[in-house]
């Protein structure tokens, strides 16, 4: 896994998201959660065309910012905002140290303080009965990122309290840590109005029925199997076996010609209960016939151009 800096992240963004709205005067908001910059979903819709762990943290910490006071140790909280100026104080000779490549990855990136906000196409709205949608999880999830770094930003303008500024802090974290995981131990899980968790972006790819298995790995494909494979001394040395079962049931489309016909035409003769044998044959104007229904195989004629 790599560290992905904060320039990196504004170049191949397409704009800033700043608004909650999704749609003004019934279009998508320029700046809002359905930005047509970060493309469509609607076959009406125009796209706009624009040219470390934390054992790292003590590593640092420990020698930047440590101090005793009459003695004893003084515990401070660490804030996200006290270890990214730790972080950013930190050398590209101290980085080589830790491990890290400065030109490619250095600690204070792992401090998110840019966050990408996903294209449409990871989070598509569902129509519903007429012309309503129904947003995405993770559509609601950003806006309520949105709205209260809004909040945050205008209490900062207006001279709030401390400890209002502080609330509206870790508030923001939980929205932002919820967007990536909604099932971390220890936090409140975010659900809907109805109480339904919301679906968040590793509950979408982890497991068997996520993106990475279910969908990506999990291509279904025909003329293949799976089964298990064993190695027989009578084999040649490239060669496995595979269960005869199998053998039977899998194909391989060959065309007819003057040359095969005579083999072909006996495995057609042998039918689809015998291995090796064939189990349909289809003819030039794409007509099949399926060898386990045909009460005579051997009545069945070849000729060049049948598969």
Same mark, same amino acid.
């Given at each position: 896994m790599a560290l992905v800096g904060i320039d990196f992240r504004k170049r191949m963004s397409v704009g800033e998201i700043e608004f909650p709205e999704i749609y003004e005067n019934g279009k998508p908001k320029l700046g809002g959660l359905m930005d047509p910059r970060q493309g469509v979903i609607d076959r009406r819709g125009r796209l706009f065309n624009f040219q470390i762990s934390i054992h790292g943290i003590w590593c640092i910490y420990y020698y930047c910012v440590y101090h005793y006071i009459n003695g004893q140790d003084r515990k401070i909280l660490l804030t996200a905002e006290r270890a990214l100026e730790v972080f950013k104080q930190v050398s590209d000779e101290d980085c080589l140290i830790l491990g890290m490549d400065p030109r490619f990855a250095r600690p204070d990136w792992m401090i998110c303080t840019v966050l990408p906000v996903p294209p449409l196409a990871v989070r598509p709205a569902v129509v519903t009965f007429g012309s309503a949608r129904n947003q995405d999880d993770l559509t609601h999830k950003l806006s309520d990122i949105i709205k209260t770094n809004i909040q945050l930003r205008r209490n900062e303008s207006n001279g709030a309290a401390a400890h209002v500024l502080a609330d509206d802090v870790k508030l923001l974290q939980y929205h932002v840590a919820t967007l990536v995981d909604n099932c971390i131990p220890g936090l409140p899980t975010a659900t809907q109005k109805g109480g339904r968790p919301? #679906?968040? *972006?590793?509950?979408?790819?982890?497991?068997?029925?996520?993106r990475i298995r279910g969908n990506l790995m999990g291509k279904r494909v025909d003329f293949s199997a799976r089964t298990v494979i064993t190695a027989d001394p009578n084999l040649p040395i490239d060669t496995v076996g595979v269960p005869r079962t199998i053998a039977q049931n899998l194909t391989f489309p060959e065309i007819v010609t003057p040359f095969n016909i005579d083999k072909l035409q006996d495995l057609v003769n042998r039918g689809d209960s015998q291995y090796p044998g064939? #189990?349909? *044959?289809?003819?030039?104007?794409g007509a099949r016939v399926d060898l386990r229904y045909h009460p005579r195989a051997a009545d069945l004629h070849l000729q060049p151009g049948y598969r």
């Open positions: 919301l #679906k968040s *972006i590793k509950q979408r790819l982890k497991g068997k029925e996520g064939a #189990k349909y *044959i289809i003819r030039e104007n």
